[in-house]
């Protein structure tokens, strides 16, 4: 059960995140308290620090927006516990993957549920959370800047990876990993620029590697989530 101190801690994350009126609060603690009771022993931070951040990734993916204050936080708490049920990685791990991601994913086009499902594979395959989402907030710019260059890489034309980049963004970084990795030179090609990045090139190629060959494994979970 949560504590008053810890309730109050909820409340004081919904006037740091801006949010008004007192339904929209009442509905942000509540959804706020559902996560931090079943996932709280998992989550590091304070309530109000674990609740500040679930606010700031529903509001990154626009799921405040889209199911409310309340709806988009219960959304990433229920994506995060049946990942977390029904893999090896922690919602810790996914948590903190979501976290670091959200930014530049939602500007991407990749949904919130597969962010924390690419979270859930690099944890279950033992990869650096820290380490996947520096080489993934490195790669996704590159490969908009230089998509002629990954193009070659993945094996396609510019505009057929460039259409696949906007509408499909995972499978654009499946395919760069994938024609790296069985390409001769291809994936030393990639870490090397990773690199240049202040990507280490060592654990670089190991997010790379997981990237060709588990991407199906994890993210196909979310497609038997209840929405």
């Not at 504590?3 to 959804?31: D, H, M, W, Y």
């Not at 219960?74 to 990942?83: A, D, I, Q």
């Not at 990045?197 to 991407?215: D, K, P, Q």
């Amino acid at each position: 059960r949560t504590s008053v101190t810890e309730l109050q801690q909820l409340a004081s994350a919904a006037g740091r995140l801006g949010i008004e009126g007192k339904a929209n609060i009442i509905g942000f603690v509540e959804a706020a308290d559902k996560v931090f009771v079943a996932l709280g022993d998992d989550l590091e931070g304070t309530a109000e620090e674990i609740a500040t951040n679930l606010g700031k990734i529903s509001s990154q993916f626009g799921l405040e927006a889209e199911f409310g204050v309340g709806g988009g936080i219960e959304r990433v708490g229920s994506v995060m516990n049946e990942l977390a049920a029904n893999s090896k990685a922690s919602a810790g791990a996914i948590f903190e993957f979501t976290n670091r991601m959200a930014g530049l994913a939602s500007v991407a086009g990749i949904a919130q549920e597969d962010v924390q499902a690419l979270g859930a594979l690099f944890d279950s395959t033992g990869q650096s959370i820290e380490v996947a989402a520096t080489t993934l907030n490195t790669l996704l710019p590159a490969l908009s800047e230089d998509q002629e260059r990954f193009a070659a890489v993945a094996g396609m034309t510019a505009e057929a990876f460039g259409r696949m980049l906007k509408d499909a963004p995972i499978e654009a970084l499946k395919a760069v990993a994938v024609g790296a990795q069985s390409s001769e030179g291809g994936l030393d090609g990639l870490v090397a620029t990773l690199g240049d990045f202040g990507v280490e090139s060592a654990r670089a190629a190991g997010i790379v590697g997981v990237l060709a060959s588990n991407t199906d494994e994890v993210i196909s979970i979310t497609s038997s989530l209840y929405w």
